[in-house]
């Protein structure tokens, strides 16, 4: 493994952490984003960023300036990418938008760039002859909070050069990360194969009006010792994604409930821009979400 110049493209929920975490670990890292406006948004998260990695991991300010020195910033996709060793892609989870980024990617990349695909449920294969280049591309997997919940799926095509897999699994320790290499392509990875079924059993619950967000979050607390339930996981992974994630199945299997919960998404939270911890307020409000009252489960 041999990188040094790292782009991420797109700079939301997850896309702003890989930056820089990747960043603190010593890389050069071009943050790109669609336009400058975005991009002063995601300068402003890495200050909040900064206080974390203080108190989660007792980072030092020399840690974080030379953290933020490292990191670049463009809305320019070509200069976003041309001393790219590595890009990772973090934008909206819909295949239509991956499909254009990849295909103007492809036209602007040097030969050398490897792509790696951030995507929560879709597989590389979708996306592999809109690379133009399949045996450099896979996918690199990060959960929320990338400081704390360290760990780095990657999966992946039957087209990949067994090298650049390699090489990516490498990477993904030098950044500090917990390596989780699959053997084959499956959507949701691992984490996100357990992980939206039971997004999916949560909201059902609600769709089928047995009982409301906080008293499914407080049934799982409390029986079985987590510090979040379903809804409060789902304002941490962004309601976004979730959202996109619900569409997508609905479509696919035309599931009455399924139907109904991506509705239920869009009019509650998606048009009211109620978008999880990201924006202040989801199923519940931040900082100071109400499962973390002392009370909560009394």
């Given at each position: 493994m041999n990188f040094k110049n790292i782009t991420t493209a797109g700079s939301g929920v997850l896309g702003y952490q890989i930056a820089f975490?990747?960043?603190f670990h010593g890389f050069k890292v071009m943050v790109y984003d669609i336009n400058d406006e975005v991009l002063e948004k995601a300068k402003s998260k890495f200050s909040i960023l900064s206080e974390a990695y203080k108190t989660?991991?007792?980072a030092t300010q020399e840690q974080l300036d030379q953290t933020l020195e490292?990191?670049?910033y463009t809305s320019d996709l070509k200069e976003a990418v041309k001393d790219a060793d590595l890009v990772i892609e973090s934008v909206p989870e819909n295949p239509k938008i991956k499909t254009s980024f990849y295909e103007q990617l492809a036209k602007v990349a040097p030969e050398k760039t490897i792509f790696a695909t951030n995507s929560s449920t879709l597989l590389p294969s979708d996306f592999a002859k809109a690379t133009k280049r399949p045996s450099k591309f896979l996918a690199l997997h990060f959960a929320n909070s990338i400081w704390k919940h360290n760990t780095a799926e990657i999966m992946g095509h039957p087209g990949t050069d067994p090298n650049v897999f390699k090489d990516v699994v490498a990477f993904a320790k030098a950044i500090g990360m917990?390596?989780?290499p699959l053997n084959k392509e499956q959507s949701g990875y691992i984490i996100n194969s357990m992980l939206v079924p039971f997004f999916f059993?949560?909201?059902?619950l609600i769709i089928k009006e047995v009982a409301d967000y906080e008293t499914i979050d407080k049934t799982w607390m409390k029986a079985t010792g987590s510090p979040t339930g379903p809804f409060a996981m789902?304002?941490?992974v962004g309601i976004t994604t979730f959202y996109n994630v619900s569409k997508m199945t609905a479509e696919k299997t035309k599931d009455p409930i399924k139907i109904k919960t991506a509705a239920y998404i869009k009019e509650k939270f998606i048009d009211e821009k109620k978008l999880g911890v990201s924006t202040g307020e989801g199923f519940y409000k931040y900082p100071n979400p109400s499962y973390k009252h002392a009370d909560f489960l009394k």
């Open positions: 975490q990747t960043a989660d991991l007792n490292n990191l670049s917990l390596a989780l059993t949560a909201t059902d789902i304002d941490v």
